[in-house]
């Protein structure tokens, strides 16, 4: 590759574009290792999302042609991400080519930097269409996504950097220290929220009931046990709760794992008289634009969707992210979330409103975690997150807020099953004193807010859902919870609570008020 044609790829940057101080000093610390370790070095650099990695990178590719006689090779797994690094290489002066279906490669002498989406770059490659002899660099955006290895025996005597928000393997048989000699670990999040390049996320989570789903080949939950679980109207209900208490009139992005869902949730809202619409992969680019465009215009506007925002996708006006789906990703995680983190005008803080135990199972969004351990020991790192039943064995089930003010008189509802059951078995007792001392307490709780035996009857009919959770976490201390076991205690405990009420609600009422009901 001549000279003159490396001249002539950079152009004098017609941008405005400055680097803030963080990625001046990436760049110098990825530039060090260009002129230190072997030309077929892997390099994995970390940036959170919203911290700017495009432009790092861009600015990478801008001097690496200006001081090197080779050419750069950047590679993305969606086709938006393909569009997106060419406008930010063109905005840094960088001339560059998409290597995309429809692209003639006649010209590619003229190129000195292309841009490529991986399964295109495999065919073309495959095909000998594309001259990458004379690629020194190549840079893989979403690097954890694995679909890229497949493509490093072309580039054996080049110098790979892959970059990502986080370093942890799409496929958990494919750790990406196999792949990448070394990692440098860039901004925190909290650094980039201090110093207001990130808004702050406040978490609203709720404590759920997820041991129904199901784990996948690819080591996330199922679409078809998200959807079992996500689409009932129970689970419908508390998604539209919990937007009215915390986003109504805001701005805000929906997750859900599964196009149906989407599709309830869509339903759901818009007979709630909400502003919404749907998106998912099969949308065209002509209604995806639209959608978009009318999501990006519209103050309130509510869009709920299935998996292919999460990247390639900035939106400052988001107020709210919904985690209406739970996922054992961590890359996914951060990923839906930054959705909402860049800052606008007078943006520094954004909701997040988690329905998956996400927070419980990752920590919080921008934890200081340790990606270099991360990295190097990706399976200690997964080993050691909680499973769906440790997660809700913690737990303490809190009544609605519409339930709990039927329970007005009562100064506390909860009743710990597990610490009961502890207590009886220290004390030599059976296990069946645990439900007999629950139906009793239960039975106080309706009688304290009733006048008599008919109020107090209605009231425990209330209690289902607290029955289910209570006979759950018994079943777990017993170790004993077949589907039919646990229908037959839940119907066993509502018929003994109603008969005690009925037995001992005079008893019970002059116990508590120091007087008999009146008749």
């Not at 959608?291 to 107020?319: C, H, Q, R, Y």
Request: a negative charge; glycine letters at 4%; charged letters at 25%.
């Amino acid at each position: 590759m001549s000279e003159t044609l490396i001249a002539n790829a950079i152009v004098e940057r017609k941008t405005d574009k400055e680097l803030y101080s963080y990625q001046k000093g990436a760049i110098d610390q990825i530039f060090d290792k260009f002129e230190t370790a072997p030309d077929d070095y892997h390099l994995l650099y970390q940036l959170p999302t919203g911290g700017g990695k495009t432009v790092i990178f861009s600015e990478i590719v801008r001097q690496y042609l200006k001081h090197h006689n080779k050419k750069v090779l950047i590679m993305t797994h969606r086709i938006e991400l393909c569009k997106q690094t060419s406008t930010m290489l063109t905005s840094f002066g960088v001339t560059n080519k998409v290597v995309d279906s429809k692209a003639n490669l006649d010209d590619q002498e003229e190129y000195s930097c292309f841009v490529a989406m991986v399964e295109t770059l495999n065919n073309r490659l495959q095909d000998d269409k594309l001259d990458i002899s004379d690629v020194g660099l190549v840079i893989i955006d979403e690097a954890h996504y694995n679909s890229f290895t497949k493509l490093f025996k072309f580039f054996e005597k080049s110098f790979v950097l892959g970059v990502t928000a986080t370093p942890l393997s799409s496929n958990k048989d494919l750790p990406m220290k196999d792949n990448y000699d070394e990692l440098i670990v860039g901004e925190t999040i909290e650094s980039l929220i201090e110093n207001e390049f990130l808004a702050r996320a406040e978490f609203y989570s709720y404590n759920m009931g997820l041991t129904s789903l199901e784990v996948g080949s690819n080591g996330d939950y199922t679409v078809k046990s998200s959807e079992d679980l996500y689409n009932n109207s129970q689970m419908l209900s508390k998604l539209l709760e919990a937007y009215e208490k915390h986003s109504k009139g805001k701005k805000t992005l929906i997750f859900n794992n599964g196009i149906n869902t989407s599709l309830h949730v869509y339903e759901t809202f818009r007979a709630a008289g909400y502003p919404i619409a749907h998106l998912d992969n099969t949308a065209t680019k002509k209604q995806r634009k639209t959608i978009l465009k009318w999501f990006n215009m519209t103050p309130n506007a509510i869009l709920t969707s299935v998996s292919i925002l999460t990247t390639g996708f900035d939106e400052p006006t988001i107020d709210t992210i919904i985690l209406n789906r739970a996922t054992k990703s961590l890359t996914l995680y951060y990923q839906m979330i930054g959705r909402g983190s860049r800052i606008l005008n007078n943006k520094s803080t954004f909701s997040v409103i988690d329905l998956g135990n996400n927070f419980h199972r990752f920590g919080p969004w921008g934890a200081d975690l340790d990606w270099q351990t991360i990295f190097k020991s990706p399976n200690f790192y997964a080993d050691r997150l909680l499973s769906d039943e440790e997660l809700e064995s913690n737990f303490k089930w809190e009544m609605p807020e519409e339930l709990r003010a039927e329970f007005a008189n009562s100064e506390e509802v909860y009743f710990d099953i597990k610490e009961t059951y502890v207590d009886s078995i220290k004390n030599g007792e059976t296990s069946k004193v645990v439900l007999e001392r629950s139906i009793a307490q239960h039975a106080r709780i309706c009688v304290e807010n009733s006048e008599d035996v008919y109020d107090a009857l209605a009231l425990s009919k209330m209690l289902g859902p607290d029955i289910d959770d209570r006979i759950q976490r018994y079943a777990k201390c017993i170790s004993k919870s077949t589907y039919n076991f646990l229908k037959w205690l839940t119907d066993d405990y509502h018929k003994k609570l109603s008969t005690h009420l009925r037995q001992n609600f005079d008893t019970i009422y002059e116990d508590i008020h120091g007087r008999p009901p009146e008749e």
